[in-house]
């Protein structure tokens, strides 16, 4: 399948002392082997390089410059986004990851059907 045609999970880690962003990676990983085909994983290290940048801009996503530069908005960590969405902001439950991931597979299929029918 081609990465157009995927969604996107993202967790936002700090690190592997932090127990919440491990077991929340954990949990995403246990799941992959059924989807990756259709999903694509990445695990933010908010601590280290690209990963800082790409959690600024997340937090900027979520609640705009303003809110991040000058009040110190940030995403929460460990946090869990599909298509830049967020959807966890704690470990969930595998049955509700499982239907976070189904739900936004299902509306990427939709949205690539009407796409290739208005062609």
């Known amino acids: 399948m ?3 045609k995927k969604i996107v999970v993202e967790v ?13 990676d954990a949990a995403v990983q246990e799941i992959m082997p059924q989807y990756e085909d259709r999903v694509e994983y990445r695990r933010v290290d908010i ?10 801009e997340l937090s900027c996503e979520l609640f705009g410059e303003d ?9 929460p960590v460990p946090s869990l986004l599909i298509n830049g969405e967020l959807i ?8 509700e990851l499982v239907n976070a991931i ?7 299929a939709v949205k690539t059907q009407q796409w290739s029918l208005s062609l």
């Open 67 to 75: 809110a991040v530069h000058k009040r110190i908005r940030l995403a």
């Open 12 to 24: 936002m880690y700090k690190a592997d002392y932090c127990l919440p962003c491990f077991f929340m």
């Open 47 to 56: 601590l280290i390089g690209k990963g800082k940048k790409r959690f600024l």
């Open 102 to 108: 189904e739900e936004a597979l299902s509306a990427l």
């Open 88 to 95: 966890f902001d704690q470990i969930p439950p595998h049955f």
């Open 2 to 4: 081609e990465s157009g």
